[in-house]
């Protein structure tokens, strides 16, 4: 299972192509200098599970590459968690903050 704050994309994975490289590179990251972990199609900011642009086959396989059998998200508020692709894609961002939507959520993992 995969924590992540935004997604990640197939060009991650594939450049990556490991959980733990892609932890490596970031502990190792020069904030001093542009990343692509920043990017938009970074682990960070990458919304394209949640906003329904990257479908479920490359999901597969981005999860296939890293080793992974989920991915749970945050990054993209919804109004509740949602689960696509057969609950592979855990979508938990529900604006907890007071400042947002007030709606605690949780999930039980087990």
């Not at 192509?17 to 502990?27: A, N, P, R």
């Not at 998200?73 to 109004?79: A, E, R, V, W």
Request: net charge neutral; charged share 25%.
């Amino acid at each position: 299972m995969i924590f992540v704050h935004g997604g990640i994309s197939v060009k991650v994975a594939k450049e990556y192509g490991s959980i733990k490289t892609l932890e490596e590179k970031g502990k190792n990251l020069d904030f001093s200098k542009q990343s692509e972990i920043f990017g938009d199609a970074g682990p960070l900011w990458y919304r394209g599970h949640s906003t329904g642009t990257e479908d479920c086959y490359n999901l597969e396989f981005i999860l296939d590459k890293l080793n992974a059998g989920y991915m749970v998200m945050g990054h993209t508020i919804k109004s509740q968690i949602t689960a696509r692709c057969d609950n592979k894609a855990l979508l938990i961002d529900t604006g907890i903050s007071r400042h947002l939507n007030n709606r605690l959520s949780a999930i039980e993992i087990f």
